[in-house]
């Protein structure tokens, strides 16, 4: 077990009652403290293999007037990543059987209805389009990834920003959420034209779209979380009389990045459709500008193959989410 102490400094416990010291807390270089347990903060348990993370609050009462907080930190390990190992290839196995099982429900399909190609075209012209046209496909998923990637980061920072505002500003928070919601209520179907038409045909539209689609989600969430907090923290922040600055650091910020994550994982989801969208409303490149010239063109082949590559992306975007979101929230349980 591996153990730290973390103090937050220059803060003072106010009309206290000294209680029984506990000399299992008693450190190098402090004083005897008694200790009061005013709250626990568990941080969950991960399931992906490493190291579990452990945190408890802990109220130092002290006999003297500048008894600080105790955060103590606490790594179990629980047997190296062998099991994380095991639950990816599980995942990538459960993935690969699903795709497997779509593809012959498709195949069987176009076989019994006997449909026409420009129809419904079975997975071999699709995967004979796909070859022939690789280059061309590929390239034009690029540009649809690289606005996905770019918007979704442009959003979340903006989204979390928005949310850390808000909380630090009630005031402000009551005059800018009706706008918030307006942009919600108006659909981006109908927005997107106009977007193009103000910014033109190439990034910055298809960046302004993801933005729009995606900001919402993760300004809700993250804002709820950083609301959502502890009774027993709540009453130790006013006890030491934390500033708000202060009180989103210390308690706020790491009791609401789990909401935080959550909202990233949906957005993972919803960004790579704000791409689309934006391509359809007008673009020069990307996989909806294939789709428009296929469907103009009756090459029903192309068009399934160019949203096979959509559904990879969004598979490929929401795992990179998932476990990028497991390395800032390691505490948060999978379920």
């Known amino acids: 077990m591996v153990r730290g102490v973390f103090r937050l400094p220059e803060l003072r416990w106010r009309n206290a009652e000294p209680l029984e010291p506990d000399p299992g807390h008693a450190g190098e270089g402090t004083e005897s403290l008694a200790y009061s347990r005013i709250s626990i903060v568990i941080f969950g348990l991960s399931e992906d293999g490493r190291s579990y ?3 408890s609050a802990t109220t130092a009462v002290a006999a003297h007037p500048n008894a600080g907080i105790g955060f103590h930190a ?5 047997g190296g990543g062998g099991c994380g190992m095991m639950a990816f ?3 990538v196995a459960r993935t690969i059987l699903g ?8 195949a069987a399909i176009v076989h019994v209805f006997d449909t026409q190609h420009y129809i419904l075209p079975g997975p071999d012209r699709v995967f004979t389009a796909f070859v022939k046209h690789a280059g061309f496909l590929l390239h034009h998923a690029g540009i649809t990834a690289y606005e996905t990637v770019l918007g979704f980061v442009l ?5 979390a920003l928005l949310s850390v505002l808000l ?3 009630p005031i402000a928070a009551r005059f800018a959420m009706p706008p918030i919601l307006v942009t919600q209520a108006l659909p981006v179907f109908a927005i997107a034209p106009i977007l193009v038409l103000w910014l033109g045909f190439g990034l910055a539209s298809k960046i302004v779209v993801i933005i729009l689609v995606i900001f919402f989600t993760v300004t809700s969430t993250f804002f709820d979380g950083l609301q959502r907090l502890d009774p027993g923290l709540c009453d130790l922040a006013r006890l030491y009389r934390l500033s708000r600055l202060k009180e989103l650091w210390f308690f706020r910020l790491p009791s609401g990045l789990p909401a935080f994550a959550s909202g990233l994982r949906v957005a993972a989801v919803f960004a790579p459709m704000g791409a689309i969208i934006g391509e359809w409303a007008g673009a020069k490149g990307g996989l909806a500008f294939i789709m428009l010239q296929s469907s103009n063109r009756m090459q029903a082949d192309m068009m399934f193959a160019a949203l096979i590559l959509l559904a990879a992306m969004v598979l490929i975007m929401r795992f990179a989410v998932n476990h990028l979101t497991r390395l800032l929230v390691p505490w948060q349980p999978l379920t």
């Open 53 to 55: 993370a452990y945190l």
């Open 74 to 78: 606490f790594l179990l390990a629980n």
């Open 89 to 91: 290839v599980k995942a």
């Open 99 to 106: 795709l497997l099982l779509t593809v012959v429900v498709w």
């Open 155 to 159: 959003g979340a920072a903006a989204g």
């Open 167 to 169: 909380w630090l500003f």
